[in-house]
C-alpha cells in the first residue's frame, strides 16, 4: 500500500473556518483523500492523500466558489508539508488560476499579491450601503417595508454588495455545511420572504462590511510576517573570476562566492567576512537594537544592515537556506498549527452552529403552533437570533491574537515553532538553564595549569591541548586555544593524536606515541581512579574559587590539572531577576563541578544549582521538576542539551541565529546570545493568553446579551448584524495589542 503524499494549494478567498468548513467537507469527499488540512493565516489547504490527481482537486475548490492557486506537487517522502524536498510527481500537474499557462510550481504556496478587494468592488459595496439605507428611509417615511421603490433599492443593493455572500450561502447549501455564510443566507430570504425588505439589504450589507473588516485584519496580520520577505535583497555584488565585480540574482549566487556589500546596504545572503570590518544591524535577525561590530571570520547574515564599513564575505548558502529563509519557513509553519484555544474554539463553534440553526427553528414554531401566538412576529425573532448566532467575533478573536503573538515574538529575534508553545509559556512555573554558552558567555580561558609530575606545564598543556583539539566543547576550545604561537616556538607543535575518543559529559581520549592519555572534568578523574588525596586537594582549592578544573591523565596517573574560568554574561544578572519578578523559579543543570555550579548560580542570582550532570542527568533532572512543578522550561544550546530540551514544557535554545540544529531541536529559537528572551518570552505568552481569554468572554457575552434581546423582541436584524460588526472589530483590535504592546518596548 503506497505511502499517502501531501498536495499544498493556496486559496484566495480561505479566511475564515466558513470557508474552511466548505474546504474539507468537498476534498474530503474526493476519492483517495485522507486528511484535509486548512492553513487560513497562509491562506492554503493541505491535502492528504493517496493518488489523487491535483488538477480534480483544484477542480473540486473552484467548484465550491474559491481561487485555487498553482498546487504543490504530492509528497511521498514523509517529509512535512512547506519543505525544499519535491514529490515525484510533475509539477506540471496542476496550473494556477491566476498564473500564466505553464508557470513552474515551487515549494512555497502560490503568492497571492491580489489586493483584499479592488476600487470597483468597494465603490459596489458602498453604492450597496447607500441603496440599503435608502431603503430604510423610504420605509420608514412612507411606512411601506413593501411599495416598489423600497424592494428595487433593496434588490440592487443585495445584488451589489451581497451577491458573494449568497453564493457561499447556497454552496454551503448545496454542501450541507451549516456555516456562518448560511446563516446569513437563510437570514436574508426569511427577511425577503416575509416583507422586510429593508431588513434584508442592511442585513447583507453590514455582513458584507464585516467580511472586508475581518479581511483586511487577516492581512494585516499576515503581512506582520510577510515583511521578512522584502528584508533581503534581489541581488548581490558578486566577484568574477578576473576579480571583477558584478550584479548577480541572489538566487543564482553560488554557495562559497565572494560577496560585496557596500555601507548602508542590506546583505543578500549568509556568510563569513573575509575582509574590511563594519557594525551591521542584526535587529531583523536577532532583535538586536546595538549593531554588532563584525571583522574577518565573523558570520553576516541574509536581511541585516551594514554599517560604514565595506564588507567581503563568503557565502555558506543559497538564497533559500539563509537563516532569515529558515525563520520565515519556522514563522508560516507555526501559523499554520492551531493552538489548544483556536482548536477548541473551532470545535465550539462547528457545535455552536447548528444549535443556533435549532434554537431558532423552535423560537418560529413553538410560539405559534404551541400557544397559538401569530407566526410573523417570531419567525422575524427566529431570523435575528439566526444573524445574532453568527460566531465571526468568536472564531476571529483566536487566530488574529496568536500571529499577533508570533509575529511580535519574531520581530524581537524570539522565534516560537507553534501557537501551542506560545499559549503554554503562560503555565511555566520552573527555568532550568544549562551554565556554559547561556548564564556564561561560553567563551572560557585557562586560568591555571598545575602539574603533578615531572611534566612542565609548558609540556602537559601541550598533550592536553592536543588531546581537545577533536573536541568542539567550549571548555576544550579554551584549552587549544591556551596553547598560542610562543609555546609553539618554544616546545614544539601540537601532537597527533591517534583513536581519539569523545566521552559525552567527560572528556576525550586518544593515543600520543603510542601511549593512551585521557583529559576530562572531576568526574572523568573519579572513574578514572587517579583522584588522589593530594590531587583532590589541588581540585577543591580551584573549584572552590568558582573554576572549572580538567585533569589529564595517562592510563594509571594524573599528570596534571587545569584551571579554566568562563564568566557570566552581564544579561543574565537582570534575565535571572526578571524571571524571579514573574514568580518563576531558576535552576542551574550543569556538566560543571558542584562548587563551581553553585559559584555561578550565586553571582546571579540562581535559586538552586546542581553540577555534575550528564545529558541523562540532566534528562532526568527535567522529569522530576515536570512531576513536581507541571510546566518546566529548559534552557540550553540546542545541541548538547537536546533530550533535556525535548522533555521541558517549552524548550528554549540559545543564540540560534545561523544554527539549523538550534531551530531544529528547541520549541524556542532565541535567536541572540541574551537570556532575557525567556523572561520576555514568558511574558508575551501571559500577555497573549489573557488577550484570548478576553476576547473569548467578549464574544460571548455580546452574543447572549443579543440572545435575550432577540428572544424579547428588542433587537431588529440589521442591529444584530451591526452588533456583531462590533464585536468582531473589537476582539481584532485587541489581538492586534500584543503587536503592538511589543513595538513600545524596542
Known sequence: MPEPSQTIIGVHELDCAAEEAVLRKVLGSVPGVRAVECDVMNRRVVVTHEGADPVELSRVIKGAGMTPAIPIPPRSDGARAGGSERGPESASAGECETCEPGSPATDQPHSDSRPVATRVQLGALGLSGILALGAEVVAWATKEEGSWPVIAMAVVSILLGGLPVLKKGLIAVKTFTLNINFLMTVAVIGAAAIGAWPEAAMVLFLFAVAELIEAYSLERARNAVRSLMT???????????????AEVAAAEVAVGSTVRVKPGARIALDGRVTSGASAVDQAPITGESIPVEKTVGD????????????????????????????????????????????????????????????????????????????????????LVLLVVGCPC????????TIVSGLAAAAKRGILIKGGVYLEQGKAIKVVALDKTGTITEGKPKVTEVRTLGSLSPDQMLRLAASLDAGSDHPVARAVSAAWDSGRVEAVGP?????????????????????????????RFGHERGVCSPQVEAVLGELEAKGQTTIVLTDE???????AVADTPRETSIQAVRELHELGVRTIMLSGDNQTTAEVIARSVGIDDARGGLLPEDKLKAIKELVAKYGAVGMVGDGVNDAPALAEATVGFAMGAAGTDTALETADVALMRDDLRGVPEFLALSRRTSAILVQNISFALAAKAVFFVLAVVGVATMWMAVLADVGATLVVIANGLRVMRAARSRH
Not at 528584508?231 to 565585480?245: E, N, Y
Request: charged share 15%; glycine share 10%.
Open 494 to 522: 601540537l601532537f597527533k593524536v591517534e583513536n581519539f575518543t569523545s566521552v559525552p559529559g567527560r572528556g576525550v581520549s586518544g593515543s600520543i606515541d603510542g601511549k593512551t592519555y585521557f583529559v576530562g572534568n572531576h
Open 231 to 245: 528584508l533581503t535583497p534581489d541581488t548581490a555584488s558578486v566577484k568574477a573570476a578576473d576579480g571583477s565585480w
Open 556 to 562: 594509571t596517573t594524573a599528570l596534571g590539572i587545569l
Open 393 to 400: 467575533a468568536l472564531v476571529i478573536s483566536t487566530p488574529v
Open 299 to 382: 558570520p553576516v547574515f541574509a536581511g541585516t544592515i551594514n554599517g560604514n564599513g565595506l564588507l567581503e564575505f563568503n557565502t555558506t548558502g543559497g538564497k533559500d537556506d539563509t537563516t532569515l529563509a529558515r525563520i520565515i519557513k519556522t514563522v508560516q509553519e507555526a501559523q499554520g498549527q492551531r493552538a489548544p484555544t483556536q482548536r477548541f474554539v473551532d470545535s465550539f463553534a462547528r457545535v455552536y452552529t447548528p444549535i443556533v440553526c435549532g434554537l431558532a427553528m423552535l423560537v418560529a414554531v413553538v410560539p405559534p403552533v404551541l400557544f397559538h401566538q401569530p407566526w410573523m412576529p417570531w419567525v422575524y425573532k427566529a
